[in-house]
C-alpha cells in the first residue's frame, strides 16, 4: 500500500511506502472481480505503488492466476501484463 518512487505527478507517492500486497490480497481482488459476474478479459498490474518493487509476489500470483485459476478465468496468459511505474 502506497510507494517508495515518490513521482511528482501521483498522489500515491506522496503517501510513501506502507507495506507491500500480499499474494492472497492481490488474487483475492482478480476473485472478487470474477464474483461480479463479467468476465475478466485483461488483468494489468499497476497503480498504488510499483509492482516489480514486489517482484517475488507478483511472480507467486502470476502463477497462481496462470495456473490454478486459467480455467476460472477465462484469460489467457499473454493478456497479463505490469505497467512499470511513471507510465
Keep these: 500500500v502506497g510507494c517508495k518512487l515518490a513521482c ?3 498522489e500515491t507517492g506522496k503517501m510513501g ?3 507491500q500486497l500480499s499474494v492472497a490480497e492481490i488474487v483475492g481482488q ?7 459476474g463479467k468476465p475478466i478479459r485483461n488483468i494489468v498490474f499497476m497503480g498504488m505503488g510499483e509492482p516489480l518493487d514486489n517482484l517475488d509476489t507478483l511472480i507467486a500470483t502470476l502463477k497462481v492466476l496462470k495456473y490454478v485459476l486459467r480455467d476460472e ?3 489467457k496468459p ?5 505497467d512499470p511505474y511513471g507510465q
Design 78 to 82: 499473454e493478456l497479463i501484463n505490469q
Design 73 to 75: 478465468l477465462k484469460t
Design 17 to 19: 511506502l506502507l507495506r
Design 30 to 36: 482478480v476473485v472478487i472481480g470474477r464474483s461480479l
Design 8 to 10: 511528482t505527478f501521483c
